[in-house]
């Protein structure tokens, strides 16, 4: 069989979510267990791999998604305490109270906040969140939409404290084999997967820095009164500003403490430093921008409801410190056990191993107080008592929780499973490479030494089609890494690539939009909120491209597999 017929047979899996998902408009809870079996079907019948094989894979990945839904679960969980006990109403009056400046409130609210949250809990939470805030606020109901939209690029990558790269790049990989090449070499794994970090950092703050632009000039082109790019360029140097505040101190760490903090940081960080310098005047034009009157909106920018932020939830005795403080304990307790040695011992001793499964020589381990999930129900449990909160209240919250986690958990079933497959499958009867090495074999070959530039908009293509930065990752990290072996290229940096554009994707995910737009009853305008946010994703992808290009040609950035391939 050619080369390229293996590689069509090796890209069926992702052909066919495409098909079902964007072309069929299929929903994901349908079109992943389909997509599922064909995996599975050219794995053993293709692949020649065996149903053994296939079905360790399978519970393989099963492990992976009881991880994953533990953090997903914490996410929401915290946020919904929040929203319960009147926190996040309380962080709305705060907000609104720094500027009346439109451009200003997006840089807050929707570039440093949902920064923040992104960083903290992830998986779409920061449309959820400040879509609905800048609607409650005065701002159109699809302007919201779109911004929130914008939100998740840079601080994606480090999303949930850093799942995309913990769990995505970790598991999307073949970190065992890579590992142990890497051990013959007197490298690791750990300071492979840092470099792939530290790399991925630098270049989002690299091409992040202009998102606050972008979500300003966009704003006022399309939803201002006088339909200009000029009002929004008038705030350039103090959209720079806001940039640089979150984006240096992302990268920083990073480069120097790892994938679980940037976008939390860099929020801590920004925050406090854009709002005092708002306030002062710093860098601000003398007029102030707004929107037209309400009453000259067309009618489709308008919200089908009344937004009210849990106003009946809001406690007069709640300061804006104690409605913060849920968020910077998980902050703080999410870096202590990532770099003390006793409290990274004290929450990896509770460990829930499965090695050999069915003899295969595939394994997980879940640590349960380590995963985020664990901080993050902890940080929930101190809410409840500092908040005051009562039975009811946190009742509702667990409740509300549980839905979004059963949602997604009934996806992920199908997708990791399937994920785990595609990465498992070298080892087979047909003595053939894995599915994903295979694909880049075929792709070095065709598309060649100009690939680089391409590496971040096949990651957005994998967030387009999944909805998640998480399993664009964990689908193409392999594929990524095996075209950068076979052009000879730092394998490191064009997973970095990988996971840069996979973050860029996630503007343009058709689910996200949907959900975003759910927030704020603004339903049947998706398209529209498409044709906008494809705008920043281009420029995200391309300059990225235009970097990897940079790093590996004229850098010369290297990793040591390279001395191997």
Sequence with gaps: MSLGLLAFFAALPLISAGLL????????????????????????????????????????????????????????????????????????????????????????????????????????????????LMVAIGFPAMAAVMIGMMIQS???????????????????????????????????????????????????????????????????????KNRSWTEGLSILPFAIFGGISFTIPYALTGVFLGAEFPSIIGALVGMPIVVLAAKSGFLIPKNTWDFAPREE????????????????????????????????????????????DTAKAFTKSIVIPFKDILGEGLGYSIVPLYLPGGILAFVVLITFFLHKMTMKEMSASIGESSKVMLGAGFVLVFTIPLVRILINS???????????????????????????????????????????NTVSNMMLSQFQFGVAGALGLSTAFMVALQAVGAAAGNMIAIHNVVAASAT??????????????????IYYCLLAGIIGLIGMYTLGLTDPLMKTM
């Design 520 to 537: 704020v009853g603004l339903l049947g305008q998706e398209g529209e909120t498409l044709r906008r946010t494809i705008i920043p994703t």
């Design 154 to 224: 840079t601080p994606v990558s480090f999303g949930a404290v850093g799942t995309p790269i913990l769990i995505g790049v970790n598991k999307g990989l073949d970190s065992e084999g890579i590992g142990k090449t890497l051990l013959d070499m007197g490298s690791n794994w750990d300071t492979y997967l840092q470099a792939i970090t530290s790399e991925v950092a630098i270049v989002h703050a690299t091409v992040g820095t202009l998102i606050p632009l972008f979500m300003i000039v966009m704003m006022t082109r399309f939803f201002g």
């Design 21 to 132: 998902l964007v072309g069929f408009r299929m929903p994901a809870k349908k079109a992943m267990p389909i997509v599922y079996v064909i995996t599975s079907l050219v794995a053993i019948f293709v692949w020649d791999v065996s149903f053994n094989r296939v079905l360790a894979s399978s519970i393989q990945g099963l492990l992976i998604t009881i991880a994953v839904l533990w953090i997903i679960f914490g996410a929401i969980l915290l946020l919904n305490t929040l929203k319960h006990s009147g926190a996040i109403a309380v962080i709305r009056k705060g907000f609104n109270n720094v500027s009346p400046d439109r451009r200003i409130q997006v840089i807050i609210i929707a570039w440093l906040f949902g920064s923040f949250i992104e960083g903290a809990s992830g998986f779409g939470t920061p449309a959820a969140i400040a879509a609905p």
């Design 297 to 340: 909106w067309p009618v489709h920018w308008v919200s089908q409801f009344e937004i009210k932020m849990d106003a009946m939830n809001e406690k007069i005795d709640m300061s804006l410190t104690k409605a913060w403080i849920p968020y910077v304990l998980v902050a703080a307790i999410l870096v202590l056990t990532r770099v003390s």
């Design 426 to 468: 070298g080892v087979n009867g047909a003595d053939l490479a894995s599915m994903p090495v295979v694909m880049a074999d075929w792709v070095a070959a065709t598309v060649g030494d100009i690939y680089p530039l391409f590496a971040p908009m096949v990651g957005a293509l994998g967030a387009f089609i999944a909805g998640s």
